[in-house]
Structures are given as structure tokens and as C-alpha cells.
């Protein structure tokens, strides 16, 4: 079955610097991969998301890029704010499964003042 | 005033005894999923629905059961086969983009 995983577990970087968080997934035939942040104590909230057709998206500060050959995909976050600090997670997801996301293990990021 | 609800927020369990979460929504989604999360790991499936009268097991079903008599609602119930029940737990609806209540945090008196 897919599995996805996530690299680094823990990522601590200046703030204003940049941070990314790589994810691997194992089923060619992914096809969606979302990325969510989850403050503590909270509910995880989606923050970007792309599909196999696109190789890279951008909202503001925060981009994934998607390497389909490789089956990476990856979280770039730039001028890092205190705010940013929380726990990432990837996802992946198969297309016909019912929509049932594989999650990564996550990525607890600090931004050191 | 949309979204997910999820009560209580804290709850607190007794040797044996059976407790029932609630997750409620009005974002008129059929999809709905309970998630269980341990403290510093990730998201595991318990329960999904997709449908109203039909739910399917996730990765760590055992000692939980669920019901889904209407569209807004997907109780989770943990048992007392469930041994260990201390975890914080995520509802969440959609369906290839999912979005989380708040959860509920459940303890062991």
C-alpha cells in the first residue's frame, strides 16, 4: 500500500530564514497532496495542496513543488515568522480510494526569534 | 455560522466505562472521519462514512464504534475493549481535501 514519509522530524531556523520539509510517497498512481498546519492543541488546517498535473504552487510566503519522477513533493516556506511556528504535516492521497489520505509522521517547525 | 464542532472538548474516562464523542457539521459534506492522535505523532483512521447508514473501519478500529443516522452527525464511541484511550481525537469531513474540527481530548481517571 502507499506510504509517505517525512523529513526532517523537527526543523529549527532563524527567524526570516527559509524552511522546507521534504515528504516521499511510494504509489505512482497518487495523484493529490495536501499540506496542513496544526497549532497545539488544535485542529489541523489545510495551508496549500497540489495535484500530480502541476509541478509547483504558490500562496504567498508558502510553496509546494511536486516531483513526480522522484515522488517527492515539498513544503518551502520563506521570511519565516514567529506565527509559523506549529507542526506540519503531508499527505497524499489515491486516486480511486475513497478519498483516504496517507499522512506523513510530521514536521514540528521552530522559529527561533 | 459554518463549519465542524466537535464536544467536549476535554473528557474524561473510567476504568470500563464506554464514552461518546460528538462531531457535528454544516458544511453539507457526506464524507466524514475520526482520527486518533498521540502525543508528538501523527493522524491514524479509526472510522470513515462516506455515505449516511454506511461507515467503513479504519487502521485502528478495534475498541470504537461509530454510527451515521444523519448527514451532520458521526458520533464516536470508545469502548472499554479500548485499553488504551488516552489521545487527543480529530473529526474531520470532506473528501479529497479534508478539514479538522477542533478536537476532543480524552483522559483516564
Not at chain 1, 69 to 85: C, G, N, R, V, W
Not at chain 2, 89 to 107: H, I, K, N, S, W
Given at each position: 500500500?502507499?506510504?509517505?514519509?517525512?523529513?526532517?522530524?523537527?526543523?529549527?531556523?532563524?527567524?526570516?530564514?527559509?524552511?522546507?520539509?521534504?515528504?516521499?510517497?511510494?504509489?505512482?498512481?497518487?495523484?493529490?497532496?495536501?499540506w496542513?498546519?496544526?497549532?497545539?492543541?488544535?485542529?489541523?488546517?489545510?495551508?496549500?495542496?497540489?495535484?500530480?498535473?502541476?509541478?509547483?504552487?504558490?500562496?504567498?510566503?508558502?510553496?509546494?513543488?511536486?516531483?513526480?519522477?522522484?515522488?517527492?513533493?515539498?513544503?518551502?516556506?520563506?521570511?519565516?515568522?514567529?506565527?509559523?511556528?506549529?507542526?506540519?504535516?503531508?499527505?497524499?492521497?489515491?486516486?480511486?480510494?475513497?478519498?483516504?489520505?496517507?499522512?506523513?509522521?510530521?514536521?514540528?517547525?521552530i522559529?527561533?526569534? | 455560522?459554518?463549519?465542524?464542532?466537535?464536544?467536549?472538548?476535554?473528557?474524561?474516562?473510567?476504568?470500563?466505562?464506554?464514552?461518546?464523542?460528538?462531531?457535528?457539521?454544516?458544511?453539507?459534506?457526506?464524507?466524514?472521519?475520526?482520527?486518533?492522535?498521540?502525543?508528538?505523532?501523527?493522524?491514524?483512521?479509526?472510522?470513515?462514512?462516506?455515505?449516511?447508514?454506511?461507515?467503513?473501519?479504519?487502521?485502528?478500529?478495534?475498541?470504537?464504534?461509530?454510527?451515521r443516522?444523519?448527514?451532520?452527525?458521526?458520533?464516536?464511541?470508545?469502548?472499554?475493549?479500548?485499553?488504551?484511550?488516552?489521545a487527543?481525537?480529530?473529526?474531520?469531513?470532506?473528501?479529497?481535501?479534508?478539514?479538522?474540527?477542533?478536537?476532543?481530548?480524552?483522559?483516564?481517571?
Open positions: 500500500g502507499e506510504n509517505v514519509e517525512q523529513h526532517p522530524s523537527t526543523l529549527s531556523v532563524q527567524e526570516g530564514d527559509s524552511a522546507v520539509i521534504k515528504c516521499t510517497y511510494s504509489d505512482s498512481a497518487s495523484n493529490y497532496f495536501p496542513y498546519k496544526q497549532e497545539l492543541g488544535k485542529g489541523p488546517q489545510l495551508i496549500i495542496d497540489i495535484r500530480s498535473n502541476v509541478g509547483e504552487k504558490k500562496d504567498q510566503r508558502i510553496a509546494v513543488t511536486l516531483n513526480k519522477t522522484a515522488k517527492h513533493f515539498s513544503l518551502h516556506i520563506t521570511e519565516t515568522q514567529p506565527e509559523d511556528s506549529a507542526v506540519y504535516f503531508c499527505a497524499a492521497t489515491l486516486r480511486d480510494s475513497n478519498y483516504q489520505l496517507i499522512w506523513g509522521a510530521g514536521t514540528k517547525l522559529i527561533k526569534p | 455560522d459554518g463549519g465542524i464542532t466537535q464536544s467536549p472538548k476535554y473528557l474524561f474516562r473510567k476504568e470500563g466505562q464506554n464514552v461518546t464523542l460528538s462531531c457535528e457539521q454544516n458544511l453539507n459534506h457526506d464524507a466524514m472521519y475520526w482520527y486518533r492522535q498521540d502525543p508528538g505523532q501523527g493522524l491514524r483512521l479509526i472510522y470513515y462514512s462516506q455515505i449516511v447508514n454506511d461507515f467503513q473501519k479504519g487502521d485502528i478500529a478495534e475498541g470504537y464504534s461509530v454510527s443516522e444523519k448527514k451532520e452527525s458521526f458520533p464516536l464511541t470508545v469502548t472499554s475493549a479500548q485499553k488504551n484511550p488516552t487527543f481525537y480529530l473529526c474531520a469531513v470532506g473528501g479529497e481535501t479534508q478539514y479538522f474540527g477542533p478536537g476532543t481530548r480524552l483522559l483516564v481517571l
